[in-house]
């Protein structure tokens, strides 16, 4: 595998469900993020991690709630989850993170739906 | 706060007509204006990375430049392969992990 994988690539779930998702990056990054992109909207960053430490936090609502055991896996878990959720998930990495100019490598996505 | 405005929305070029895209930005303090393209169902897949008024990048039919208030995406007798949408980001303000993105343009180019 090489660059950043995601999976599941797709993921139905009701609203009382719980699940998770992944992301593993192959490019020996230290930064990963996690993206939410909806239709006809700008993507909009959730959440980062910089060498494993949470760093930022966009005014994310509790049911999701990232984890990053080590620099190369990202996780995004999922519960009680509402239908204005549903969306493309992504999941990016970057060298350092404390960078600004660097450029962020991005995973397929997982497209979520929620009933 | 930084905003980012593509225009236009959608594009429909036909086989080797030439055109551009354009990415105005407002923010505190450019570090990087970046280019992705992204087609459906998939991410974002990098292109350019700009960092200072006047630069301009290249790669096969696209040719990226950058101003102090805007950054224009070429593209040269485009195939139907650049079909895509066309997303433009920038970065600002010291230690941020913040991208903002615009919307993107969404490309259609017919045989």
């Known amino acids: 595998e090489t660059g950043v994988t995601q999976t599941p690539r797709h993921l139905v779930m009701g609203m009382t469900n719980k699940k998770s998702l992944k992301c593993e990056q192959h490019?020996?990054?230290?930064?990963m993020y996690w993206y939410k992109q909806s239709a006809k909207k700008p993507l909009e960053l959730m959440f980062v991690y910089s060498l494993e430490e949470r760093v930022e936090n966009n005014s994310v609502p509790s049911r999701f709630s990232p984890e990053c055991p080590n620099s190369s896996h990202l996780f995004l878990h999922l519960h009680t989850l509402q239908p204005e959720d549903s969306a493309l998930y992504l999941c990016?990495?970057?060298?350092?993170?404390?960078?600004?100019?660097?450029?962020?490598?991005f995973g397929p996505g997982t497209r979520l739906l929620v009933l | 706060e930084d905003q980012v405005t593509q225009s236009p929305e959608a594009l429909r070029l036909q086989e080797g007509e030439s055109s551009s895209l354009n990415c105005s930005y407002t923010v505190s303090g450019l570090r990087g204006l970046f280019w992705y393209r992204q087609d459906p169902g998939k991410g974002p897949e990098f292109l350019f990375t700009?960092?200072?008024a006047g630069e301009e990048k290249e790669k096969e039919r696209l040719k990226a430049t950058l101003t102090k208030k805007e950054s224009f995406l070429h593209i040269t007798a485009p195939k139907p392969e650049d079909s895509a949408t066309y997303l433009c980001a920038v970065h600002s303000g010291a230690g941020s992990y913040q991208l903002t993105f615009g919307k993107g343009t969404k490309l259609s180019v017919i045989p």
């Open positions: 990016a990495s970057s060298q350092d993170g404390s960078l600004a100019r660097e450029t962020q490598y």
């Open positions: 490019l020996g990054h230290n930064a």
């Open positions: 700009l960092y200072s």
